[in-house]
């Protein structure tokens, strides 16, 4: 793998964000994470979708400028994926320099090419989903299935882009790369949406939306968000119509597109199209992953439960996001919905974080101080054939999983990844109850009570690079403690000879990785997003 390009979602910014949000950036900052540890070259992009009909009027109704309101909420968002430790290459904004005049070469090359006609139109929009919905999905009311409100009536003359034109060519390339959509069975939903595809508006008069990007050399039209948006996972790398960057040619196509489940539609169908049309190389995967309600109830300001991303990590007064991040990146089996709700969070990251693994490593730790003073001897080298019962099997397996976790991250499994490494942790548990190196120490075989304790110490070495991803504050801290440098892993060439022999800690440096979740909720009103 000599690249990984990798993108969320761009969230609009007529709000601020919340924890639906929150979950895809994690996902996604997990994914790219855990690629940097396969391959020296990824490229992780994110960003705000910042024009349209929405943002126009929450601006009015504020008494600001549009650009006002993007600069003030995009920033709410820059700050949240800060404070849980997202490490992407480039936040783009819809209204960058850089990304507008792209935008405007896109639409004027397909216009060009004929792709794009200029046609009048009546539908329904729906501001929410800002899009025209076809009379046949509404609800019996007539309203829009996802935002229960009755879409506005529009009679405009719009830009269409042919994207009839392309619906075979979709078609086929769906059905023959099965791992093109995943997780795969949402392929057949969008193979049904293409039954009834149509051409698609792609502008909209500029006398019922200003806040936009020009069409170029029609200043009556301006470009409709969703090929604006789309188009900012090209745009990011500097791709231009005539002279590609060297950015785009390294890192296009795209490895994986991570989005929500609602927004498939437009990944899979209008933006293969426009490529298409553009003669440029299609994505390798687009993951739709599920939504999160909270405590089992979708999210919504009239039940007053959208929760802001940072909240968890205030409220139970962590010191790092960590635990936030493992919870939300776990929550949920690939592509399916998740929940969040204080007390399951609570039970998780106390029973998995400190309990099974943060304790594991400190009476470990704590066992080598007390029966060595802190030193691995040469006779506790593992390479030595004589080892007690089960440690070369632990050992074998704990390797496995590195591959076992690999296969997962490769369809974006990301909650299951999380569980097998979970598991390497439990088995590591009862191989320290089946061999009670206490007893050993007091039978004094102490030879064996080293290898056993050795041993482990050698599995918190891969545990702690599987688990940073997730959990990148305790895995570092966690390595900090086993001398082991997690900076420089590379999966491929991880094995299980990281424990030095000689004075490995003191009994001053050793310390838990995770406290445990006690507290009592501090004033939960303070995590709505109001
Ligand atoms: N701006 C468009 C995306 C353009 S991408 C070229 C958009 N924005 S959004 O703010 O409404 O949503 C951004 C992402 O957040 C989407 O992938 C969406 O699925 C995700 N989520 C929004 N609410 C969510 C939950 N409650 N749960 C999980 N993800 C959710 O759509």
């Given at each position: 793998?000599?690249?990984?390009?990798?993108?969320?979602?761009?969230?609009?910014?007529?709000?601020?964000?919340?924890?639906?949000?929150?979950?895809?950036?994690?996902?996604?900052?997990?994914?790219?994470?855990?690629?940097?540890?396969?391959?020296?070259?990824?490229?992780?992009?994110?960003?705000?979708?910042?024009?349209?009909?929405?943002?126009?009027?929450?601006?009015?109704?504020?008494?600001?400028?549009?650009?006002?309101?993007?600069?003030?909420?995009?920033?709410?968002?820059?700050?949240?994926?800060?404070?849980?430790?997202?490490?992407?290459?480039?936040?783009?904004?819809?209204?960058?320099?850089?990304?507008?005049?792209?935008?405007?070469?896109?639409?004027?090359?397909l216009l060009d090419n004929g792709d794009i006609y200029m046609h009048s139109y009546e539908g329904w929009y729906c501001p929410g989903c800002e899009c025209f919905l076809n009379p046949k999905d509404l609800t019996e009311d007539g309203l829009c299935p996802d935002h229960l409100r009755k879409p506005d009536i529009v009679k405009e003359e719009n830009y269409f882009f042919k994207l009839s034109k392309y619906k075979d060519a979709i078609i086929k390339h769906i059905k023959e790369n099965p791992d093109f959509i995943l997780p795969q069975f949402r392929a057949n939903e969008v193979l049904n949406q293409l039954e009834d595809i149509q051409d698609i508006s792609v502008s909209r008069a500029k006398s019922n939306v200003q806040w936009g990007i020009d069409v170029l050399n029609d200043p009556e039209q301006s470009i409709y968000v969703w090929i604006d948006a789309l188009s900012n996972y090209i745009t990011a790398l500097g791709y231009d119509t005539e002279n590609p960057s060297e950015m785009f040619k390294k890192y296009w196509p795209v490895d994986v597109h991570v989005i929500g489940k609602d927004i498939l539609k437009f990944h899979s169908i209008y933006w293969i199209g426009i490529l298409?049309?553009?003669?440029?190389?299609?994505?390798?995967?687009?993951?739709?992953?599920?939504?999160?309600?909270?405590?089992?109830?979708?999210?919504?300001?009239?039940?007053?439960?959208?929760?802001?991303?940072?909240?968890?990590?205030?409220?139970?007064?962590?010191?790092?996001?960590?635990?936030?991040?493992?919870?939300?990146?776990?929550?949920?089996?690939?592509?399916?919905?998740?929940?969040?709700?204080?007390?399951?969070?609570?039970?998780?990251?106390?029973?998995?974080?400190?309990?099974?693994?943060?304790?594991?490593?400190?009476?470990?730790?704590?066992?080598?101080?007390?029966?060595?003073?802190?030193?691995?001897?040469?006779?506790?080298?593992?390479?030595?054939?004589?080892?007690?019962?089960?440690?070369?099997?632990?050992?074998?397996?704990?390797?496995?999983?590195?591959?076992?976790?690999?296969?997962?991250?490769?369809?974006?499994?990301?909650?299951?990844?999380?569980?097998?490494?979970?598991?390497?942790?439990?088995?590591?548990?009862?191989?320290?109850?089946?061999?009670?190196?206490?007893?050993?120490?007091?039978?004094?075989?102490?030879?064996?009570?080293?290898?056993?304790?050795?041993?482990?110490?050698e599995v918190m070495c891969v545990v702690s690079a599987l688990i940073y991803p997730y959990c990148p504050n305790i895995a570092q801290d966690m390595a900090k403690q086993l001398s082991f440098n997690l900076d420089s892993v590379k999966l491929d060439t991880l094995d299980v000879h990281n424990i030095k022999t000689g004075k490995l800690i003191t009994k001053e440096e050793i310390h838990p990785v995770f406290l445990r979740v006690d507290s009592e909720l501090a004033d939960k009103s303070k995590a709505l997003v109001k």
């Open positions: 793998m000599d690249k990984f390009y990798l993108t969320t979602a761009i969230d609009y910014v007529n709000g601020a964000p919340h924890i639906g949000h929150a979950y895809e950036k994690i996902l996604s900052d997990v994914i790219a994470r855990h690629y940097k540890q396969r391959c020296d070259d990824v490229y992780f992009l994110t960003g705000t979708d910042e024009h349209g009909i929405k943002i126009q009027k929450t601006a009015a109704k504020e008494g600001i400028t549009p650009k006002e309101l993007c600069d003030k909420n995009s920033q709410k968002f820059k700050d949240a994926w800060k404070a849980l430790d997202m490490d992407y290459n480039r936040f783009i904004r819809t209204t960058d320099e850089d990304h507008k005049a792209i935008v405007q070469k896109i639409f004027q090359k298409m049309a553009l003669g440029l190389p299609l994505p390798k995967h687009i993951f739709a992953h599920g939504w999160i309600t909270i405590d089992e109830s979708k999210m919504s300001k009239s039940l007053g439960n959208v929760i802001s991303p940072t909240s968890v990590i205030e409220n139970f007064e962590l010191s790092t996001p960590d635990a936030f991040r493992y919870y939300m990146a776990t929550t949920a089996p690939a592509g399916r919905d998740g929940n969040y709700s204080d007390d399951d969070f609570k039970e998780k990251v106390n029973a998995h974080l400190a309990n099974s693994m943060g304790n594991l490593l400190n009476r470990t730790l704590s066992m080598l101080v007390k029966y060595f003073d802190g030193e691995i001897k040469p006779e506790f080298d593992i390479n030595n054939n004589e080892l007690v019962e089960g440690s070369k099997a632990l050992l074998k397996t704990a390797l496995g999983k590195v591959k076992i976790v690999e296969n997962h991250f490769d369809k974006f499994e990301i909650a299951e990844a999380g569980q097998e490494i979970i598991n390497l942790v439990d088995l590591t548990n009862k191989y320290v109850t089946d061999n009670a190196p206490w007893t050993l120490a007091k039978e004094e075989k102490m030879t064996e009570c080293g290898q056993v304790l050795t041993t482990v110490l």
